[in-house]
């Protein structure tokens, strides 16, 4: 506990600090004195410039450390060539990625670490009890799973009294963040049409529809095909199935390659995307999915159902780390399942 410097109350402390040029900083504002300070000098609601006020930083100090390590800060310490260079390299040195873990690690024990890492983020780690304490580990576990998710389709249809298409369409309206109606309001008429045709003709160019591991994965798949005097022809990429109205979730499905003839979908998931479960803990949450690995887990799963369902496809899944590993392997395994 600690006596804040504004309202002389006493306050709960978790013992973080900041240290600029040698120079130590503790918490020595409560909280609500921070968001009132806050509040009178125009910050947001998740302002990194809130620390100073908390720690009760002086403003030259403040300045050395909010420009710390931006791609300024290293073009002035070491020039431009070899400044980005450093910056590229202490980014690979200080990001929490399965690449740096396995770089510096080896495969297994990288992986491991990874896996550590991901789970001691976790909100529901048990860890943050002795950290944080029990009260304040249940009262952040409570507000988490009692969240307004405005992402999801259950939070639009409390709003539209359970009417699955008007709901639908907000929530559409909400997840439309690059439509030519939002870049136009922000940027006004004439400037907003071309900063909208740049973006799509940049996002064109760069995915045309897929990742680049999933096209090497594509190609390299029609290359031993051929090598191996197999008709490669019937390989069709990014094939769309529609369910109708056998379940109101899903009601349709893009699978990456399809091969007719004998009704089989290949899916390349990305680690990320689709949450390896070789790599992520069913309760971890991906802030861009907005779900946790369980729930991704089980919105594939129900996917896969509903083509075997609807039209009788079996699915198969090449996991990205997989196929990193050893691509050529994979690859050869896959020909002698499927083509025996």
Known sequence: MRSCILCKKEFKTYNKKIIIE???????????????????????????????????????????????????????????????????????????????????????EGTKKYNQFKKNCSIYNTHRKNKYGEEHYNTTLKNYKNRNNNTGIKYYLTKTNGDYYQAAKLLSERQSTSTLQKFIKRYGEQLGHQKYAEVNKKKVAKFAGKSKIEDDFFQMLKLSLQDKNIDFIELQQRQFFYFGDIDKNIRSALVDIYIPSKKIAIEFFGDYWHMNPVIYDENCFNSQLKMTAGEKWEKDSQKFKLLKTKFNIETKIIWELDFRKNKQKLITKLIEELWN
């Open 22 to 108: 040698n120079t130590t900083y503790e918490e020595v504002v409560c909280k609500k004195c921070v968001n009132i300070e806050a509040q009178k000098l125009g910050f947001g609601y998740k302002d990194c410039k809130k620390a100073k006020i908390r720690y009760n930083i002086p403003d030259d100090k403040w300045k050395i450390h909010n420009t710390k390590y931006t791609t300024e800060w290293w073009i002035n310490k070491y020039g431009k060539k070899v400044g980005l260079q450093k910056q590229k390299e202490w980014k690979e040195k200080t990001s929490g990625s399965l690449k740096r873990y396995i770089t510096k690690y080896g495969y297994s």
